[in-house]
C-alpha cells in the first residue's frame, strides 16, 4: 500500500480509538471487519501505531502542537511503526522537519508525566508500593507484552508441543514460573496450527496460569470458577483435575460464556459447565452453598496490571470507577465464599495493581470472615514445586501471604491473588 493512503488510514483509526468511546481492541477489530483491504503487513502497522499512541499519549500531546495537519495525523506520525524512511515518504518537508525536531528530544529534558504517560491519579499509588521500582515498571508498560501459551495439561506434555512448535519455525521458551506454559517470540498465526485446532494450547499469560495453579483443584472435586468469562482459567482449572469431579463456569454474561465454548469443544474436557447467572446472588450459588471444594473468584476489577496489553484502560479509568468497582468486588466475594464447604479453598484475585482492588478487598473480607483463614500464597507455590515462589508473593506479616506478580519483576502482566481456607 503507498505510504500516504497508509498513514492517513492509520490517522483514522488512530481518532477513532482516541474518542475512548469503547475497548481500544474492540475498536481496532471492528476498523480490521470494515476495511477488508489491509493485508498482515498493514495491519500490524496500524495496530502497532495505535498501541503506541496510547502508550506514550501524554508525550504525544505535548509534542504534537507544534505541528501541522489534523491532531490524529500528527499523533500517528509520532507513533507509526515502520521504518522512518516509508513514513517520511507520506510525509511533506514541513511535517518531515518537525518530526525530526521531536525525534532530537531527550527523555531528561522532558516533564515527569511526559515521561511516564500516567494519569496522575494513578502515579501516587504505584510510586508508594514500588518506590525505586517505579521507573522500570513505567519502562516496562511502554513494550508490548510476550505472547505466552498454556499447554493442555489434560491432553499434551510441554516439551513435546515445544518440539511440535519448534518444527512450524515457531521457536518458544519455557516459562519460568508456570509449569505449563511457552513464551513465544513475536506474533505468529497460530489458529492454523495443528496443536492450536487440537486444543493442545491455548494464549494465556503466565500470570493467569498460575493463578489457575494456585486453586490446585484435584480429581473428582466440585469446583466452582466465579468470574469465568471467556473461560481461560476454567480450561486451565479442568485439566489441572483431570476431566473429573464437576467445574461450574458461572458469569453474568453470556456473551463472554459463549466465547468458552468453542475453546471447551477444543479442549476435550467433559467435566465443564458453563452457565449463566443473574448475579452474584443468584439461585444457583443458593442451592450449592456449603457444597464446593475450591472458589476461583477472578473479580471484575479496573484491568490495570494488563497496560501492556490494554493501555487504552490507563485513559478509559479513573479513581471514581475504582471506587465503584471494589464496591462491587466486595460484594461478589462474600457471596462466593458461602459456597465453600468446610475445608474448602477460596481463591480471590484481579489483574490490578491497585491496593484498594487488592489488599484492602482481601483484609477487610478476613476482618468479616474469620471461619476464612488466611493461607500463604508462597508455601502454597513452593508445595506444587514453582521455582522462585517466594519472589512471586508479597504481604502478611512475613511478606509471603499474597501473590503480587509485576510486568517489570516476573514479565506477567499484574496480579493479585488471596487465598484462604474455610475452617
Not at 492509520?10 to 469503547?22: E, Q, R
Not at 502508550?55 to 502542537?65: G, N, V
Request: proline share 5%; with cysteine.
Amino acid at each position: 500500500m503507498h505510504p500516504k493512503a497508509l498513514l492517513e488510514a492509520t490517522a483514522d483509526l488512530v481518532g477513532l480509538v482516541l474518542k475512548f468511546d469503547h475497548p481500544a481492541d474492540q475498536v481496532v477489530s471492528r476498523f480490521f471487519r470494515d476495511h477488508r483491504e489491509f493485508g498482515p503487513r498493514e495491519r500490524a502497522t496500524l495496530a502497532e501505531t495505535v498501541y503506541t499512541v496510547l502508550r506514550k499519549k501524554l508525550l504525544f500531546d505535548h509534542l504534537s502542537p507544534s505541528g501541522s495537519g489534523s491532531k490524529e495525523r500528527r499523533m500517528a506520525i509520532l507513533g507509526f511503526h515502520g521504518p522512518r524512511d516509508f513514513l517520511k515518504s507520506a510525509l511533506n518537508d514541513t511535517e518531515k522537519r518537525w518530526l525530526d525536531n521531536c525525534d532530537a528530544v531527550q527523555p531528561d529534558d522532558l516533564l515527569e508525566r511526559h515521561r511516564h504517560n500516567l494519569p496522575e491519579w494513578l502515579v501516587a499509588p504505584l510510586k508508594a508500593q514500588l518506590g525505586d521500582g517505579f521507573w522500570p515498571m513505567v519502562e516496562s508498560l511502554q513494550q508490548p507484552a510476550p505472547l505466552d501459551l498454556r499447554v493442555n495439561a489434560f491432553t499434551d506434555k510441554r516439551a513435546e508441543v515445544k518440539a511440535e512448535l519448534a518444527k512450524a519455525a515457531i521457536k518458544s521458551e519455557v516459562t519460568p514460573f508456570s509449569p505449563w506454559g511457552l513464551r513465544i517470540e513475536g506474533k505468529p498465526a497460530l489458529t492454523k496450527l495443528d496443536a492450536f485446532v487440537r486444543g493442545a494450547i491455548e494464549v494465556q499469560d503466565e500470570g493467569s496460569q498460575l493463578l489457575a495453579l494456585l486453586l490446585d483443584a484435584k480429581r473428582g472435586e466440585m469446583v466452582v470458577d466465579f468470574c469465568a468469562g471467556a473461560g481461560g482459567k476454567t480450561l486451565a482449572i479442568g485439566a489441572t483435575m483431570r476431566n473429573t469431579g464437576r467445574l461450574y463456569a458461572f458469569d453474568t454474561s453470556a456473551h463472554r460464556l459463549d466465547a468458552l465454548k468453542p475453546r471447551l469443544a477444543r479442549s476435550k474436557l467433559s467435566n465443564v459447565h458453563p452457565a449463566a447467572i443473574a448475579h452474584e446472588r443468584d439461585e444457583r450459588i443458593k442451592r450449592l452453598a456449603g457444597k464446593i471444594d475450591r472458589v476461583l473468584v477472578d473479580a471484575p476489577c479496573s484491568g490495570l496490571g494488563t497496560l501492556r496489553r490494554n493501555p487504552d484502560l490507563k485513559w478509559r479509568q479513573s479513581a471514581k470507577s475504582v471506587a465503584e468497582l471494589t464496591a462491587k468486588q466486595t460484594a461478589i466475594l462474600q457471596s462466593a465464599a458461602r459456597l465453600v464447604k468446610s475445608g474448602g479453598r477460596l481463591v480471590y484475585a484481579t489483574c490490578s495493581v491497585l491496593p484498594e482492588e487488592n489488599e484492602a478487598i482481601a483484609e477487610a473480607f478476613a476482618a468479616a470472615n474469620p471461619d476464612f483463614v488466611p493461607m500463604d500464597a508462597a508455601e502454597l507455590l513452593q508445595a506444587l514445586k514453582v521455582e522462585g515462589a517466594e519472589t512471586l508473593c508479597a504481604g502478611g506479616e512475613d511478606g509471603r501471604r499474597y501473590l503480587r506478580l509485576w510486568p517489570h519483576r516476573h514479565a506477567t502482566d499484574g496480579f493479585f491473588a488471596a487465598v484462604w481456607n474455610r475452617k
